[in-house]
């Protein structure tokens, strides 16, 4: 069995599906590749769309409706993909949040393309300490994080968890995001494979090709491993996850000259 915690299926809400017929279609590739269980997580207050916890949780109703319609047996959930924002923590506490899971105990988490905001630490310490585990959202590509594994390697010491896109890892993207993927699973920095899917032509699925590419590079356990760690989050149990290898520090640049 295979739980998906990162599409974007919602029609029209963001810069996935646009409309019921895509949805539909994306949501039949899930099935032909072994996912049962698809959290919905569209976009929140990335500066471009914002999807309120009431509007999801409809839209979620009335997609899982039409699957059923369209015979497609898919069982999906609503959440969020949230940017980290100076609004995240208010939002939280209005309750304007939705989790990956009934219990709250998991949120995903995005972060600007390019960097990690000054304020994720402060942050994502408040939600450790209140019980909350942050799953940030696709770090391999993040500039900041893929440069720096030291960055991602203090976030997950924290308490935080990551995942990696399918499509990145697969190699769907380009080789940077797969040697970005490989060099967090190898460091234990990487806990779930999930496919952030938003089109069929240019952000597919591919949750197959990554986990028989991770079979073959590192083996049936670390596939169980991964896969395991999906379903804990979705039911909101503790996830057993591997002590992170340190990566090398950065040097420091005296003066811009080294």
């Avoid at 009431?54 to 969020?80: F, M, R, T």
């Avoid at 905001?117 to 993040?142: C, F, M, W, Y």
């Avoid at 990551?162 to 993207?173: E, K």
């Amino acid at each position: 069995m295979i739980i998906d915690l990162h599409s974007h299926l919602i029609p029209g809400v963001d810069d996935g599906a646009q409309t019921i017929e895509q949805s539909i279609e994306l949501a039949r590739q899930a099935v032909d590749e072994g996912v049962e269980h698809m959290v919905l997580t569209p976009h929140h207050r990335n500066g471009k769309y914002i999807n309120y916890k009431k509007d999801v949780l409809e839209s979620a109703k009335a997609l899982q409706e039409a699957y059923h319609q369209a015979n497609v047996n898919l069982n999906v959930y609503a959440s969020q993909e949230i940017r980290l924002t100076e609004k995240f923590l208010d939002d939280l506490y209005n309750g304007e949040l939705l989790p990956l899971d009934s219990a709250g105990k998991y949120y995903l988490i995005e972060f600007p393309s390019d960097r990690v905001p000054s304020n994720a630490k402060q942050v994502l310490q408040e939600l450790i300490d209140d019980g909350i585990t942050p799953v940030i959202a696709h770090p391999e590509r993040n500039h900041e994080l893929a440069t720096n594994l030291y960055r991602l390697y203090e976030l997950v010491q924290m308490g935080c968890l990551t995942q990696i896109t399918t499509s990145s890892y697969s190699g769907y993207y380009s080789e940077t995001l797969v040697e970005n993927s490989q060099q967090m699973i190898e460091h234990n920095l990487a806990h779930i494979l999930a496919s952030d899917v938003h089109h069929m032509e240019h952000r597919p699925m591919n949750v197959q090709a990554a986990f028989e590419r991770l079979e073959k590079e590192y083996g049936q356990e670390t596939v169980k491993y991964f896969k395991d760690n999906a379903r804990y989050i979705f039911n909101g149990d503790n996830v057993n996850k591997k002590q992170p290898i340190q990566p090398k520090k950065p040097r420091k640049k005296w003066f811009g000259l080294f």
